[in-house]
């Protein structure tokens, strides 16, 4: 998983206004918790948390932390596979961002299973937005992440067909995972919230959507 630490002023400022940024910074760690606790239910060998910033009390236990790379969010990317792939060298490995708490173990539990690996070299999560929400790679290596990310223009409503054409320019089987909706706006929020009602996500923005602003 690749994260931001959920400190005001640095996470989810597309939510502010009209949220305050210790409001956003509530939401972002609301759906870190959820991500975070929702991955740790998928069987895993290893479970990775890349992170900019310093961990907090949301961290739960069997995750080792490691810091992110510097440049763009397409190096960084890549670096946590290239990371990933010296830790555990031959062994599949999916990344996961933190904007998506509506996401269920069962989502990543069965299409990742050994069963359903066969014959498959990457996953591939698409966003509603254009973008993604996780990408795996069957085999991964410093060289391939380079390949396959750096380069691809990030945040845009093109980033997931760009990507996808890098992974078929390469001749990679993908399988597709569900589409979600990344928590990038209010409106966003309140529609990932109405998904997932009993996550700590929608309780939170719930104590904050009672504002006029904020109510979506």
Same mark, same amino acid.
């Not at 085999?139 to 054409?165: C, D, N």
């Given at each position: 998983?690749?994260?931001?630490?959920?400190?005001?002023?640095?996470?989810?400022?597309?939510?502010?206004?009209?949220?305050?940024?210790?409001?956003?910074?509530?939401?972002?760690?609301?759906?870190?918790?959820?991500?975070?606790?929702?991955?740790?239910?998928?069987?895993?060998?290893?479970?990775?948390?890349?992170?900019?910033?310093?961990?907090?009390?949301?961290?739960?236990?069997?995750?080792?932390?490691? &810091?992110?790379? =510097?440049?763009? /969010?397409?190096? !960084? @990317?890549? $670096?946590?596979?290239?990371?990933? *792939? #010296? +830790?555990?060298?031959?062994?599949?490995?999916?990344?996961?961002?933190?904007?998506?708490?509506?996401?269920?173990?069962?989502?990543?539990?069965?299409?990742?299973?050994?069963?359903?690996?066969?014959?498959?070299?990457?996953?591939?999560?698409?966003?509603?937005?254009?973008?993604?929400?996780?990408?795996?790679?069957?085999?991964?290596?410093?060289?391939?992440?380079?390949?396959?990310?750096?380069?691809?223009?990030?945040?845009? &409503?093109?980033? =997931?067909?760009? /990507?996808?054409? !890098? @992974?078929? $320019?390469?001749?990679?089987?993908? *399988? #597709? +995972?569900?589409?979600?909706?990344?928590?990038?706006?209010?409106?966003?929020?309140?529609?990932?919230?109405?998904?997932?009602?009993?996550?700590?996500?929608?309780?939170?923005?719930?104590?904050?959507?009672?504002?006029?602003?904020?109510?979506?």
């Amino acid at each position: 998983m690749i994260a931001k630490a959920p400190v005001p002023g640095r996470v989810k400022t597309r939510l502010t206004p009209p949220c305050t940024p210790e409001q956003a910074a509530a939401l972002a760690e609301a759906a870190l918790t959820d991500t975070l606790r929702t991955l740790s239910a998928v069987p895993a060998g290893r479970r990775l948390l890349v992170l900019d910033g310093e961990p907090g009390r949301w961290l739960p236990p069997g995750w080792q932390v490691v &810091p992110q790379a =510097g440049g763009g /969010l397409d190096e !960084r @990317l890549a $670096a946590a596979f290239a990371h990933a *792939a #010296r +830790l555990a060298p031959d062994a599949p490995a999916l990344l996961v961002g933190m904007d998506t708490p509506q996401l269920t173990a069962p989502m990543l539990a069965e299409p990742l299973s050994a069963v359903r690996r066969a014959g498959v070299d990457a996953w591939y999560g698409p966003a509603a937005d254009g973008g993604f929400w996780a990408l795996g790679l069957a085999r991964p290596t410093e060289r391939l992440a380079a390949r396959l990310l750096v380069g691809v223009p990030m945040s845009t &409503p093109g980033t =997931g067909a760009a /990507l996808l054409g !890098r @992974l078929d $320019a390469h001749g990679l089987t993908v *399988a #597709r +995972l569900p589409e979600l909706t990344d928590v990038d706006t209010v409106h966003a929020a309140h529609e990932v919230a109405a998904t997932a009602p009993h996550s700590r996500f929608a309780t939170r923005l719930r104590t904050i959507a009672g504002t006029p602003e904020v109510t979506g």
